[in-house]
T-cell receptor, first 111, second 113 residues
Framework: DQQVKQNSPSLSVQEGRISILNCDYT??????FLWYKKYPAEGPTFLIS?????DKNEDGRFTVFLNKSAKHLSLHIVPSQPGDSAVYFC??????????FGTGTRLKVLA | NAGVTQTPKFQVLKTGQSMTLQCAQD?????MYWYRQDPGMGLRLIYY???????DKGEVPNGYNVSRLNKREFSLRLESAAPSQTSVYFC????????????FGAGTRLSVL
C-alpha cells in the first residue's frame, strides 16, 4: 500500500510559468515532509521541507503548501526555468529515522 | 567536499553471484540508509542504520545484508544476486535530529543477468 502518492508521473510547463507538483499521503502520523529533486545519473538532492505545524514554507522560487485535513501537499515553482527540469520526489516522515518516498513526477520546463 | 560516495557506479552480475556495494560519508552523520529505485516505484528503503553498531530492516530487505563498518561506512551485500535485484541503489546519510535531511550518493546501477 503506497503511503505517499504522486499521481502525476509527468508534467510539462512553459518557461516563466508556474509549476505545481502534487503529493498525497495516507498516514496521519506523518508530520514532516520534504521535496527532493533528481537529475539523471545523480542522487536526489534536498529542495525544501515543511513541518506539520506549518501550512506553508517558502524558499526563493520554491514554495511548499501543506493541507493536513486533506493529507495533501504541493510544491510550487515560480517562475519555472529550464534548469528545473528533473524528477521531483516528495517524502514523509513520522518522526522516526525512516522516510517514505513517493514515486516521483518528471517535470519538463519548455524554453 | 565529497559528501556521500558510492562505489562502484555500475555493475553487471550473473544470477547467483555475490557482491558488496560500498558507501562512505564524510559529514560525521550518525544515520545511514540504503534505497533502491525502480521505475514507477520511487525510492524504497532496504536497510538503515540509526547509529554506528545498529542496523534495521526497511521496506524491502529480503535478499540483502548490511554492515555498518564504522561511523563513515555502510555497505550493502547481495549474497546471491537475482534478476529482480536489477535496480539503481542509493546510499544516504543524515544527522540524528528528528527532522534531519538525508544526503544521497550518486547511485550504483546494477544489472543482474
Amino acid at each position: 500500500d503506497q503511503q505517499v502518492k504522486q499521481n502525476s508521473p509527468s508534467l510539462s510547463v512553459q518557461e516563466g510559468r508556474i509549476s505545481i507538483l502534487n503529493c498525497d499521503y495516507t498516514n496521519s502520523m506523518f508530520d514532516y515532509f520534504l521535496w527532493y529533486k533528481k537529475y539523471p545519473a545523480e542522487g536526489p538532492t534536498f529542495l525544501i521541507s515543511i513541518s506539520s505545524i506549518k501550512d506553508k514554507n517558502e524558499d526563493g522560487r520554491f514554495t511548499v503548501f501543506l493541507n493536513k485535513s486533506a493529507k495533501h501537499l504541493s510544491l510550487h515553482i515560480v517562475p519555472s526555468q529550464p534548469g528545473d527540469s528533473a524528477v521531483y520526489f516528495c517524502a514523509a516522515s513520522d518522526g522516526t529515522y525512516k522516510y517514505i518516498f513517493g514515486t516521483g513526477t518528471r517535470l519538463k520546463v519548455l524554453a | 567536499n565529497a559528501g556521500v560516495t558510492q562505489t562502484p557506479k555500475f555493475q553487471v552480475l550473473k544470477t547467483g553471484q555475490s557482491m558488496t556495494l560500498q558507501c562512505a560519508q564524510d559529514m560525521n552523520h550518525n544515520s545511514m540508509y540504503w534505497y533502491r529505485q525502480d521505475p514507477g516505484m520511487g525510492l524504497r528503503l532496504i536497510y538503515y542504520s540509526a547509529s554506528e553498531g545498529t542496523t534495521d530492516k526497511g521496506e524491502v530487505p529480503n535478499g540483502y545484508n548490511v554492515s555498518r563498518l564504522n561511523k563513515r561506512e555502510f555497505s550493502l551485500r547481495l549474497e546471491s544476486a537475482a534478476p529482480s535485484q536489477t535496480s539503481v541503489y542509493f546510499c544516504a546519510s543524515s544527522g540524528s535530529g528528528r527532522d534531519s535531511i538525508q544526503y544521497f550518493g550518486a547511485g550504483t546501477r546494477l544489472s543482474v543477468l
